[in-house]
């Protein structure tokens, strides 16, 4: 395998925990612990992504290579590495829940790239100090969900983390899916995440809370030299900077937020611990994707009643957790009265991310609130693909004799669609017609920006499940076919079309399929 040159930024500025090894402790006035990975009995290659791969300068050939194998399962530390896990805390479900930290994701070092710096972690390679009396492993089902969304929303054009590759373990894992008393083992798996930064909310929150000014302020200043350093110049105040760089958080959530809408996506668990400082995407555990438009979904089970995280409430959910953010910010700004207005800027970020984007999802020229709005009222009163719709919206001639016909392979139940409801999106159409004609908008310009914001494919929630179902089976290839067509979602793959296919009735109620966990 090619040789991998650590330069451990991070490690060597940011103060470290003088304990070392995975015994559960608080770690006060420190960023980080040192540690070893867990030694996979018998670590084997189940896939790699080739672009990821390609980020860190390494090969095909390189990526099927047992020594790959090897330090990407955790058992062997490749020269200048600083294997640790850090320190946060943050809110869950709307409480604070202290010490939180790295409790199955360990860091490996960071290298530079042609494109800037790269940290490596490793998630499911066994406890660390945050594990909080957990085994810090990760099943197969998990991993090949982490594995495949990272790769899939790079390829839909959103900010996230991603995967280098997916490596089982060997090792039998006993987890509990749904915390119904019903425990099984499973097959463990580790999958190897990139980013510039693991860095989230929750690890301003932690400082703060602990009343660790000096660190939050040495931390804070690292994160901009690091990640932020266009806010570094010599005209700038520390105030300014920190303000600075609240307010490209605040700008990056809202933009990141539009694009979760636009594609369908639900996060699940949006903990103030689960958001990166960087606006992407990031921990993909009880993740899910619309199938029938319902703004009121949430896949995690954990979540089925109170629904804090359901589709509808994520960009005032993003806004909550900035709040927590500018209050672990606040002893460094000194006053709230600029960290307040620089939030109450969020509401209006979003929504002009999200009006230009369902502007794009129309192919209009310009935002028609009113049509918009109608629309997405419509499709929500009956059960309707929200991927497909789109699609087939873009795909269809508006000028058409009956545009409507083309729409129909979208609706879940045909039952539904009575006459009065045909008559009023017909009649929607009829408006969405004259807007266009209104706005000049050409009917090619309008099919390809259509086309260019409406993804075909999406890794919807039963093709997760049934490559899951075949790689316990010891059957990768769908984790591979997958991987291969969410690379161009919007693009027509028509030995592929089976994929774009809407929700089969047998996964509605099928676990895994509509109904996740944490532990998912």
Known sequence: MKPL???NVFTTT????????????????AIFSRMQAHQAPDPYLIDFSEDAAAMLGLTPKD????????????????????PHATCYGGHQFGNWAGQLGDGRALNLGEIDTPTGHLMLQLKG????????????????????????????????????????????????????????????????????????????????QMLMARNEIDLLRQFTEFVIQREFAHL????????????????EVCERTANLMADWMRVGFVHGVM???????????????????LDDFNPGWTPNTTD??????????????????????????????????????????????????????????????????????RLLSLITE???????????????????????DALEPSFYDPAQLTPEYRSRLSQWLNDYRGALDEQGQLESVRQTTMQGANPKYTLRNYLSQQAIDAAENGDYSQIKTLLKVMRKPYENQPEFDYLAAKRPAWAKQKAGCSMLSCSS
């Open 14 to 29: 940011l103060p470290a925990d003088p304990a070392t090894g995975v015994q559960p402790r608080q770690v006060k006035a």
């Open 5 to 7: 040159q650590f330069n």
């Open 271 to 289: 903990n103030t611990d689960n958001l990166s400082i960087l606006g992407e995407t990031i921990d993909y555990g009880p993740y899910g994707w």
């Open 304 to 373: 089925a009643q109170q629904k804090r995280y359901r589709y509808e409430q994520q960009p005032a959910i993003a806004q909550w957790n900035l709040l927590q953010l500018a209050n672990a910010l606040l002893p460094l700004v000194g006053e709230s009265r600029p960290l307040e207005s620089i939030l109450s800027q969020y509401a209006g970020q979003y929504e002009a991310a999200w009006a230009d984007t369902l502007r794009r999802k129309l192919g209009l020229v310009s935002y028609d609130a009113d049509l918009a709005n």
């Open 63 to 82: 990526c099927e290579s047992q020594e790959f194998v090897e330090v990407f399962a955790g058992n062997r530390t490749l020269s200048g590495m600083d």
């Open 232 to 247: 570094n110049t010599s005209e700038s105040s520390p105030v300014d900077r920190y303000l600075g760089l609240f307010a």
């Open 382 to 404: 009956v059960e309707t693909d929200m991927t497909l719709f789109f699609r087939y919206l873009g795909d269809t001639s508006v000028t058409a004799e009956s545009p409507l």
């Open 125 to 204: 390679a066994g406890p660390t100090p945050y594990s909080r009396g957990a085994d810090g492993f990760a099943v197969l089902r998990s991993s090949v969900r982490e594995y495949l969304c990272s790769e899939a929303m790079h390829g839909l054009g959103i900010s996230t983390t991603r995967a280098l590759c997916l490596i089982g373990t060997g090792d039998d894992v006993m987890r509990d899916m749904f915390y119904d008393g019903h425990p099984k083992t499973e097959p463990g798996a580790v999958v190897c995440r990139l980013s510039s930064s693991f860095i989230r909310f929750g690890h301003f």
